[in-house]
């Protein structure tokens, strides 16, 4: 029996039937013969009622359907074979069996998280579903879609049979039947709100451990404890397998975390060559006492397969990413040859979307004035903010004769894997979040990359076969890199980790002995309790009403407290609408000319509002609700993203459902249009969330933040750049050449400073 037959063990598959009906004495077997006789039957009854016309042609194509998944499971399985995680496959098994915990390593592409659910499906243990984590939307949806056809099964919403299923914020697509659900970090810990014991799961397999988010932290840090919990028999009664994944982290780090104290042996378990045991503590040998006397954690090494990739580094440092990368792009294309047979495609790193938007224009400009006898370019742009439908274009198939050039940040570093691959551009850049703990400040940074997330990225191109990796810096640049990139955890605002961690039951005083791989400094932790504070999502007492509906959104606590304010003030709906486009990058296009620029102003005119970037948000996303006849026309009038605009309808119509099922919405109002906004009572709610952004004029002309005394400027990209006003508030602070508040709006003294009042 194949591996791929003893995973399926149970699961009845009509191809396999099939071929047993044509062996000799195989196609009698009684089980076969009655499913036809049921079919004959209906086929019978069918021919007497036209009624089941329709229920006979749905059999056929049900029929038909089921065929073509099982033909692609089929094609599918000799590419998995040779999949260098394959042969560990037993490994796997075993030693999860024996132990509760398994640290896995592999290099990206190996195959841990499309192979080891299926690797589990069928173990004793595994009467339940099995979770995969992914810090990203696009590898949990693009992965579930994957394993969907390496099992023959229809996946997320297609069908209440699916077997595979996802969630991810804004998007659930996983039913009763689910057995293996990839689902983003996020949506994990949401999850544990309602159900901190995990216990509709049999395994929680975390993937991408070494990208080292925030979320992945706090999900080690609760997972940890509550595999703890359950060996003491404190929480769930069935076991609970965990599976760490990463394609380069710190083995040793990960087995030391999960080796904690007051973990409970398991009896029976023997020794073997996995086990990494542990003598922290020991058994003080009171009758009652559990026997505590060593935690088991397996590690599992899988080598992966990787092709020489030749370097190829700039003579001189450059800042003009997207220019570089063209010329690199067209000599790739103009001097090496594409095959039909062999990867070609190029996979280029930029920091962020307004980098690979401007490139992939440029891209899109020459390639119209190529000779026609040369392959044609296809590219493609890969970044968080991208709808759904737009991410997953990189996945499918070039036409032929096409090249394909995807632009992406740093998801395509590790959570991604897209066939094809042969050159990689590396700007050695990406953007990252930083938080300024004197400031109190959090902005989104362009930084160097370390040169663990170089070598990860140089490594796309040598998966299939012998690639190169441009790299847009110097061979010194290089070198004064930081070796690894430093865990989110310590260079973020805490406040939603904070929240995250006290909805879920942990006491304030308990906060800053959570079980952190790496703990955050004090500082930081201290500045987050002070923010959630000025927020009232917590008070001396603890997590209060408004913090708990608070940590239910999907959002930043700021963000969750301007919907709460929204829905005590009731301009809920015009709220969510400003929300959805706050999600959402770059709703507005951005050009660099002067000339472009005052075009793009003259066509907007209408959409501006006085009060500010908010409102003119919210104008503009109620007019494209509204607009009727070409929503793409109506953009491409207004110089507004279409692409960004489809996603922020996205997020309006998910946060409407889940203010609905809070209580904070009726469900007849999510449909009607709200008349005309009220916008004090807007921006009131504004300032209530975004208290720590709000400045104040002072006579030398600069704004002053209230609340930190941090000088800061009006973003040039503001509707009200270079006007002056008493006060403001804004969603984004960003850090370039100074401090400036972008996403503004003008609002009066009075207000903020009674809001202040209250608060203290
Ligand atoms: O998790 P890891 O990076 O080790 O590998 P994986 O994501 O399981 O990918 C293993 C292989 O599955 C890849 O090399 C691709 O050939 C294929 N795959 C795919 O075709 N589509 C996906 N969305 C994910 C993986």
Redesign the pocket.
């Known amino acids: 029996m194949s591996r791929l037959e003893d995973l399926e063990k149970g699961q009845p598959d009509r191809s396999k039937r099939k071929r047993s009906e044509q062996q000799p004495n195989g196609g009698k077997r009684p089980r076969i013969e009655s499913s036809q006789a049921h079919h004959s039957a209906q086929t019978h009854h069918e021919r007497r009622s036209g009624q089941n016309e329709n229920g006979r042609q749905n059999g056929r194509q049900n029929q038909g359907q089921s065929n073509h998944l099982h033909r692609r499971r089929d094609a599918l399985l000799g590419?998995r074979k040779a999949?260098p995680?394959w042969p560990h496959a037993e490994d796997i098994r075993a030693a999860l069996r024996q132990n509760n915990v398994l640290v896995l390593t592999?290099?990206?592409?190996?195959?841990?998280?499309?192979?080891v659910p299926q690797f589990l499906l069928n173990e004793k243990w595994c009467s339940k579903c099995i979770a995969i984590t992914q810090p990203r939307r696009v590898?949990a949806i693009?992965?579930a879609?994957?394993v969907a056809e390496e099992m023959g099964s229809l996946f997320g919403s297609q069908s209440p049979a699916a077997k595979v299923g996802y969630s991810v914020r804004f998007d659930n697509a996983a039913g009763p039947n689910t057995k293996v659900k990839f689902l983003t970090e996020g949506m994990l810990l949401q999850e544990m709100l309602k159900d901190s014991e995990l216990s509709q799961y049999s395994a929680i397999v975390v993937?991408e451990v070494h990208e080292r988010s925030v979320n992945v932290d706090l999900i080690l840090g609760f997972i940890r404890n509550l595999v703890a919990g359950v060996a003491q028999g404190k929480r769930r009664k069935d076991p609970l397998k965990v599976v760490i994944?990463s394609?380069t982290a710190d083995v040793d780090a990960l087995v030391r975390f999960f080796d904690g104290e007051g973990q409970l042996s398991e009896p029976g378990a023997s020794d073997d060559g996995f086990e990494r045991s542990w003598s922290g503590i020991s058994d003080d040998s009171e009758a009652n006492q559990p026997t505590l006397s060593k935690t088991r954690v397996s590690t599992c090494i899988v080598e992966g397969r990787q092709y020489p990739v030749r370097t190829v580094y700039l003579p001189e440092p450059t800042d003009d990413w997207v220019e570089s990368a063209l010329k690199v792009i067209f000599q790739i294309h103009l001097k090496e040859p594409l095959a039909e047979d062999k990867p070609g495609d190029v996979l280029c790193f930029l920091p962020g979307q307004d980098t690979i938007e401007a490139l992939e224009k440029l891209v899109n400009d020459y390639a119209q004035h190529m000779d026609k006898d040369i392959p044609k370019l296809l590219a493609l742009p890969l970044f968080a903010a991208l709808p759904q439908h737009a991410q997953q274009r990189i996945?499918t198939k070039a036409p032929p004769r096409t090249r394909k050039i995807i632009l992406a940040t740093n998801i395509a570093e590790?959570s991604?894997?897209v066939?094809g691959v042969r050159y990689v551009i590396d700007c050695g850049k990406s953007k990252i979040k930083q938080f300024r703990n004197r400031l109190g400040l959090e902005s989104l940074l362009v930084k160097p990359i370390s040169k663990s997330a170089a070598i990860q990225r140089r490594g796309r191109a040598g998966?299939e076969t012998e690639g190169t990796c441009y790299r847009l810096y110097t061979e010194e640049g290089y070198k004064r890199l930081d070796e690894r990139t430093m865990p989110e955890i310590l260079r973020c605002d805490l406040s939603q980790a904070i929240l995250t961690m006290m909805a879920r039951g942990v006491q304030m005083q308990d906060v800053r002995n959570f079980p952190f791989l790496d703990p955050p400094p004090r500082e930081a932790l201290d500045k987050a309790l002070h923010q959630l504070l000025l927020l009232g999502a917590i008070s001396e007492s603890g997590l209060t009403d408004v913090g708990s509906k608070i940590a239910k959104f999907p959002l930043s606590p700021t963000l969750g407290r301007v919907l709460v304010e929204a829905a005590q003030k009731d301009c809920l709906l015009d709220v969510i609408d400003i929300v959805s486009a706050l999600c959402v990058e770059n709703v507005f296009l951005d050009f660099k000319t002067e000339e472009r620029k005052e075009e793009a102003e003259g066509a907007r005119r209408e959409l501006f509002r006085r009060e500010g970037d908010h409102l003119t948000l919210l104008a503009t996303v109620q007019r494209y609700a509204e607009e009727r006849t070409d929503r793409k026309i109506w953009c491409e009038r207004h110089f507004v993203s279409h692409r960004a605009m489809q996603n922020v309808m996205d997020i309006r119509k998910q946060l409407k459902q889940l203010c609905t099922s809070l209580g904070l919405l009726s469900a007849s109002s999510t449909d009607s249009t709200t008349g005309s906004p009220r916008p004090e009572a807007i921006l009131h709610c504004l300032i209530r969330g975004f208290i720590s952004n709000t400045a104040q004029l002072m006579p030398d002309g600069s704004y002053r933040t209230l609340i930190s005394r941090q000088i800061v400027a009006i973003h040039p990209s503001s509707v009200l750049a270079g006007k002056k006003t008493e006060a403001i508030v804004f969603s984004e602070f960003v850090f370039t050449t100074k401090a400036w508040g972008r996403g503004v709006s003008a609002v009066q003294l009075n207000w903020v400073d009674k809001i202040v009042e209250d608060i203290s």
Not at 106 to 115: A, V
């Open positions: 590419p999949l995680i592999g290099e990206t592409g190996s195959g841990k998280s499309t192979q590898a693009s992965l879609r994957r993937d994944m394609a996945f590790t991604v894997t066939s998966r």
